[in-house]
């Protein structure tokens, strides 16, 4: 299991100590929330940011693009550091050809779905997928609750991937906290996605790390 602290749920001002402290307390990944205020309510960040983030830190960038039009930014995501770049199925009518671009510029292809998009969507593009992303919250906001109908779509896709023999990983982004994790880890999650329970834990986001850790042991 790998473990991607948000860093949507960090200190802005303070970015570089918190990918610090992430990296000091074993997180394999860095998840990177860019919203564009379309295709979700929320504006974040941008590549100029992920470049920064890239000198910050040897951990691999997990960039999440959460926007309309995104074959606009696929290269300039991943000259900027994007180590996976991933897409949201709800904004392309083919997501094939970009999954292919993204290989192309040098970045591992994910593709991911909302909570209320039914999880078909994705199945027929799995064998060209680096990542799938099932999303527990709503996007555009960190700190919700997770939604339970999740379990049921990481079960199907684990189902699929397993019968097909890929080796994409699943990921799963939204309201994972020390609660919980064990139960969708033991779904087939091979990356989670923590954001407010890794930033907003009063020890501090190493601590918090930590106990994730300690918590899948």
Not at 116 to 139: G, H, K, Q, Y
Not at 180 to 186: D, F, I, L
């Amino acid at each position: 299991m790998k473990l991607a602290p948000s860093i949507l749920s960090a200190d802005f001002a303070r970015l570089a100590d918190a990918v610090a402290a992430v990296e000091r307390g074993g997180a394999d990944w860095v998840h990177v929330d860019v919203m564009d205020g379309h295709f979700v309510p929320n504006l974040t960040f941008g590549p100029k940011m992920v470049a920064d983030l890239r000198r910050a830190t040897r951990l691999p960038l997990d960039v999440h693009l959460m926007i309309e039009h995104p074959d606009q930014w696929v290269e300039r995501y991943v000259e900027a550091g994007a180590s996976y770049l991933t897409v949201h199925v709800e904004t392309l009518p083919d997501p094939a050809p970009t999954l292919a671009r993204i290989r192309r510029a040098g970045a591992r292809a994910g593709l991911t779905l909302n909570p209320e998009t039914a999880v078909e969507s994705v199945l027929p593009f799995l064998p060209l997928a680096d990542l799938i992303l099932v999303m527990s919250v709503r996007p555009g906001f960190g700190g919700q609750r997770f939604i339970e109908e999740a379990i049921a779509k990481i079960r199907r896709v684990r189902h699929e991937l397993d019968r097909a023999r890929l080796a994409a990983e699943l990921e799963i982004d939204g309201g994972v906290k020390l609660d919980n994790v064990r139960r969708v880890v033991a779904e087939g999650v091979s990356v989670v996605v923590a954001g407010s329970a890794v930033f907003e834990d009063g020890e501090g986001a190493e601590v918090a790390v930590r106990k994730f850790r300690d918590a899948l042991a």
